[in-house]
C-alpha cells in the first residue's frame, strides 16, 4: 500500500524558512518522480516543485529562486526547502506520487506565515 507521510509545517515570520518532509512507503522509491503541492483556503490546489527518479527539478514560478527541492533514496524521502517565505505562501501543502496510473496523496502539513 502506497503511503506519504508529510511532517515539518509550522507557523514561521515573514523572511523565515522552513523544510518539509516527505516519507514514502509502498513502492521503489527511487523510480518515482514526486512532487509537491500546496492549497490555500479558498482555492485550488496548486503546482510547487518536482523531483524526478533522476534528481531533476522543475517549480512553479511563484517559488523559484526560494524553494529548493531535494530527495534522500536512501531514506525514501522527500524533502522541500523553503526560504524567504512569504505571506502568500500559507497553506497545507501535500506530496504526491503517480503510481499505476493513479495519484497518491499525503495527509498534508500546514504552513502559515505570518508575524
Known amino acids: 500500500q502506497v503511503q506519504l507521510v508529510e511532517s515539518g509545517g509550522g507557523l514561521v515570520q515573514p523572511g523565515g524558512s522552513l523544510r518539509l518532509s516527505c516519507a514514502s512507503s509502498?513502492?521503489?522509491?527511487?523510480?518515482?518522480?514526486i512532487s509537491w503541492y500546496r492549497q490555500a483556503p479558498g482555492k485550488q490546489r496548486d503546482f510547487v516543485a518536482r523531483v524526478t527518479s533522476g534528481g531533476s527539478t522543475n517549480y512553479a514560478d511563484s517559488v523559484k529562486g526560494r524553494f529548493t527541492i531535494s530527495r534522500d533514496n536512501t531514506k525514501n524521502t522527500v524533502y522541500l526547502q523553503m526560504n524567504s517565505l512569504k505571506p502568500e505562501d500559507t497553506a497545507v501543502y501535500y506530496c504526491?506520487?503517480?503510481?499505476?496510473?493513479?495519484?497518491?496523496w499525503g495527509q498534508g502539513t500546514q504552513v502559515t506565515v505570518s508575524s
Open positions: 509502498g513502492i521503489i522509491f527511487s523510480r518515482y518522480g
Open positions: 504526491n506520487v503517480e503510481h499505476q496510473g493513479r495519484p497518491y
